[in-house]
């Protein structure tokens, strides 16, 4: 439901200060909870609405002090794809040299095999990643991993690495919210990255420009804020950037040493320098705030004048701290969860769930069984959100390309299975012993509402609606009603089912 004309006419909170105690309750926890991660239960939201909302940003900000087994390193195989030896070497020049066919044959069949096994490997770390986000006590640092990965958008397909994505997906999650500027130091070492964009190859004299240009375009700066000069002078101070087997490399011979010119800096730079005259810019912290406001309040721009002029000085004076901050990222999300703008009407339940949004929030706030992952990979794919997979480096455009007809459809029937089991064609195999408890559900909602929600049909409904979409609508209450009135208002578990799997088809429901 969009806001009512009154509300429309309401002036924003365009404030940074921090929003009062009394006025964090229920509604404002779980919009924290939503935004800064991927929902949760009534029992997790009344735990914030008591902490406040210092104690609350500060447990969902400050992740580390939430111990969780670290990620091994060899979680994954890295020998899978692999440059070949010396040996492997030789056998493939003796069998050109000598024009066996059949042990050309063999060596390519070999290679084409661990192509295969790799792409399997690529597809368990999907489920990996995905269980991930649905299981972990540490919300943000899933969710800023995935931001960082539509940000420095890199896609299996192109680099065909399992490992490689591995490890940069492990280098988001180290930075998850700490360094912007280290992460860009490392972004331009990683073995991922470098191959995506080309700049394995590139070497003095044929410097390629890919990454100078998205480094500058889609990483830091935007359009308008550079030359193509600064490209072409970034990329000869990129050459030589390469890597070796799985580790980066600084191949010297291949580096152009000469004088350069870049965004006003001079001098023989370097990477590492021209990274530096990036974050010299005062563009680059407006830039990577603009991302994190679409990513965590709302669109920007939107087409509505009220709400970009509200978004634009916000977004302007989280980049004030930003910069005084030396690009540390968390006392930025700390300043922007805290605030009043926050928790505007103007900005709640008005932000599209991504796909995995959408899933991941459905497993993590309604306590659905987990699923075939494979099946929720396949929905999250159909939807617009392979992760690991971006469409290309721009990422994912998000916002209001995630729902066409199309997806909707998508959409209704992911919740359909998440819920029930229940497929287009057929049954999840594990549909009737792992069954959705919806009583359950109810008697959390009764407990976070104890003078709202009652015995009635009446108050369940009320309980239900403000839970699952933060308001009490009007017009879905009036479709509930009647489908409640036309069960005779008996609240059994197959009614209460029915009931969610209406209120998730509901358009309110595909937004936060």
């Not at 010297?252 to 000469?258: E, K, L, M, W």
Request: charge should be neutral; glycine fraction near 6%; hydrophobic fraction near 35%.
């Amino acid at each position: 439901m969009r806001q009512q004309p009154a509300e429309r006419a309401k002036p924003i909170n365009t404030s940074l200060q921090a929003l009062g105690a009394k006025q964090f309750g229920f509604d404002e926890a779980r919009h924290l909870l939503w935004r800064a991660g991927f929902g949760g239960t009534p029992e997790q939201i009344n735990l914030l609405a008591s902490w406040g909302p210092e104690k609350s940003v500060d447990y969902l900000v400050d992740f580390q002090q939430v111990k969780v087994e670290p990620v091994r390193d060899d979680l994954f195989s890295k020998d899978i794809i692999r440059d070949p030896n010396d040996e492997e070497r030789m056998a493939y020049r003796d069998a050109q040299r000598n024009r066996d066919e059949n042990r050309l044959a063999e060596l390519r069949l070999r290679r084409q095999q661990a192509e295969q096994d790799d792409r399997e490997q690529a597809r368990q770390m999907q489920r990996w990643w995905l269980k991930r986000m649905i299981e972990t006590p540490r919300p943000l640092e899933e969710k800023m991993t995935l931001f960082w990965h539509g940000h420095f958008a890199t896609s299996y397909r192109t680099i065909e690495d399992s490992y490689h994505m591995f490890r940069q997906n492990q280098l988001f999650r180290l930075h998850a919210v700490g360094s912007y500027a280290e992460l860009m130091h490392q972004i331009i070492r990683d073995p991922a990255m470098l191959r995506y964009l080309d700049n394995n190859n590139s070497r003095k004299g044929k410097p390629n420009e890919n990454l100078a240009r998205e480094l500058m375009e889609l990483f830091s700066l935007g359009l308008g804020n550079y030359t193509e000069q600064d490209i072409k002078e970034g990329a000869r101070a990129l050459t030589g950037y390469t890597y070796k087997g799985d580790d980066f490399t600084f191949d010297q011979r291949n580096h152009d040493g000469g004088a350069k010119t870049i965004l006003g800096a001079r001098g023989t730079l370097d990477g590492d320098e021209f990274v530096k005259a990036i974050l010299d810019q005062p563009a680059c912290a407006k830039f990577i705030c603009t991302k994190l406001y679409r990513y965590f309040v709302h669109d920007y721009p939107s087409g509505d004048a009220r709400k970009d002029a509200a978004a634009k000085k916000v977004i302007d004076d989280l980049a004030s701290t930003f910069r005084s901050r030396g690009y540390e990222v968390a006392p930025v999300l700390k300043r922007l969860f805290l605030s009043q703008h926050f928790y505007d009407p103007a900005v709640r339940g008005e932000q599209i769930k991504s796909p995995v949004q959408l899933v991941v929030g459905a497993v993590r706030s309604l306590n659905t069984p987990v699923r075939d992952l494979a099946a929720v990979l396949s929905g999250l794919r159909f939807m617009g959100q392979d992760i690991l997979f971006p469409p290309s480096v721009k990422g994912w455009d998000g916002g209001r390309a995630w729902i066409n007809t199309a997806t909707m459809f998508i959409r209704q029937n992911m919740l359909v299975f998440m819920l029930t089991g229940r497929r287009p064609q057929g049954s999840d195999a594990l549909a009737d012993s792992e069954k959705w408890d919806a009583q359950a559900l109810v008697q959390q909602i009764k407990a976070a509402f104890p003078t709202l929600t009652g015995d009635t049909p009446a108050e369940v409904l009320n309980g239900v609606l403000r839970f699952a979409l933060g308001r009490t609508d009007p017009h879905a209450r009036d479709v509930l009603e009647k489908y409640l009135a036309d069960q005779n208002n008996q609240l059994t578990p197959e009614t209460l089912t029915e009931l969610m799997l209406l209120i998730t088809a509901t358009p309110e429901y595909q937004l936060t």
